[in-house]
């Protein structure tokens, strides 16, 4: 016989109140929300105060879409995650990820491009996240007292592998995504409790936007109903239909999306993930066990933290390692473990398996993620690992998780040895976050530790080199900024010296030399081996042939901007040069053709006139130069140089008409700044 529930939850599962989840729980203490509140923005309070960092362009930080407000909303929801140089041909198309774009789109409508307003957000969701957990635990452990749940919560809070997540405001998808599995989870408890039908809609409606926030919540497919396994008394049958309506509505929201995104385009490069390149299965055995090992390592000793890992910070590793086997013993006896206990229902069993669950998805036996490893890939794992800690806290001082603490040294044993583990834990969370001020403070202060990275090196000396090209070009001088230029060389070199094929590292410590230093010698050598590294690279190209036509030497410049084009033949910078040097060793006739064919490809740009212009000055036909040079002031009205090579002609020729205009012009452009 059907009941209210409808016929996949039997009478029995539902439960009289007597068996309620509910009924045994004493009154809940505000006072733990109260502190778990304070705690979080003890905590991250100080992030606060910080900018922007590493990836916030993605999603944030003046991002062009987001910054448009209210208005953005129905293009990120239509649009893939990341679209990078979508101008240029869409070099990176992929993901669909619209949830905490468009909390930053609606934060930009109100407060506008205001970092401090989005950590203050990540720091009360962190909050919320606390809240939850020790709200549904409460509910769950109905065998265990308030104050041992209080003590996971706040191991799991104080955690310094958190401070990515908190403190970067890029993955603020990952605080979204696990608190909206939580509240996916607290609606189907409420399902479980009451009989409701409308709370199943509401909790498969949370897990979407969790899975919308970021995939990773999919593990709570099986997570779920695990916990209803373990803490309560719904029938297996049950709990399959409960995880085949959460897989129903997994794939939904992983199809529908595909309809209108169009081509997914994203190539992972060796330095993000080696194992994606030609290696055996024995070789990812052992490097993701190598990987799970570094996990539990990190939550034990999380020292030291770096902003990113990838190649070959944790290295390709084969079954023939120690530390592969040991790794494989450690996580073998947890599985053990769990199962041995798994019809007992015993914590530990759940909480191993929980954080084997969820950290098995990065572990990079069953996918490939950037970087190899990340600290926000083991956030919702942490939470199975606080709880085990908590529960090893509680039996080495002797004090019952489910009993009330009524020894009173037990109780003081067990305070000690949390303040012991807290304090240290919580001091290294607030000074991580000091780190993540902005994108330089992050990456100096992780560069002694990051040795081995070949990305995050040249991920900071990428970023300073454009720091110090910004303030060159500012107008700061060359010997104030040569310490600095001197800091990327370092790390370049060290990115190569990690991975010598790393033709963008070759290219970019190139231009130091070039452009920073002054040093053109240096700088055809790096420029040389990135094209070694890499012979179709166009901009390596590019770049040698302009460092040959500033040295003088036009042979070698035509050959390598004409490789340049042969990769792309619509280079503009490539196809000006090259045009220079033809008129410059008499191919006149190339030159006008290739400035031709420019005005063809970007009719709006000034440059391919003005060249033109130029020739025909050269060659005595003032006329057409004329001609030309006017053309390219009514593109850009603010060339100073061109207004005043106009002007002095006309001048000189005795028309003070035109020579007045186009001094006018000279002086409301301004002169540009040496």
Known sequence: MKNKTGDKFSKKTLKPATDSIKSSQPKENRWYYLAIFVFAFILYGNTIQNRYSLDDSYITAGNPLVSQGFKALPVIFSSSYIVINAEEGGQHKFGYRPIAKATYAIEAQIFGDNPHVSHFINVLLYALTGLLIFKLLRRLLKNYNSAFIFVAVLIFMAHPLHTEVVASLKNREELLSLLFGLLSLHYFVKFYDSGRRLNILWGSLMFVIGVLSKVNIVTFIAIIPLMFYYFTDMKAKNLIWLSASLLFFLIVVATVPRLFLGETIRQMQFIENPLLFEHTLSERFGTGMMVLLFYLKMLVWPHPLVFYYGYNMIPVTGPASFWVWVSVAVHLGMFVYALLNFRRKHLLSFAILFYLINIAMFSNLIAFPTGIVAERFVYVASLGFALALAYGLFALCGVSASRAMSNVRAKNYLMICLFVLLIPASAQTIS???????ELTLYAADSPHMHQSAKGNFIYATNLRSSVVSRLKNGVARKLVKADAETCITHFKRAVKVYPAYADAWNNLGEVYLLILNEPDSAIVNFEQAVKANPSFTAAFYNLGYTYQITKNPEKAIFNYQKALELEPYEIRAMSNLAQLYQETGETEKAIQLNQDI????????????????????????????????????????????????????????????????????RRSGRPQQ
Do not use: C, H
């Open 432 to 438: 991580r976050n000091a780190d993540w001020k902005d």
């Open 599 to 666: 005005i063809i490809l970007e009719p709006g740009l000034d440059l391919p006139y003005i060249n033109l212009g130029t020739y025909a000055m050269r060659a005595g036909d003032a006329a057409t130069a004329l001609d030309y040079f006017q053309k390219a002031i009514e593109i850009n009205p603010n060339n100073f140089e061109l207004n005043m090579k106009l002007r002095n002609y006309f001048f000189k020729v005795g028309d003070s008409a035109r020579a007045g205009y186009y001094l006018e012009l000279a």
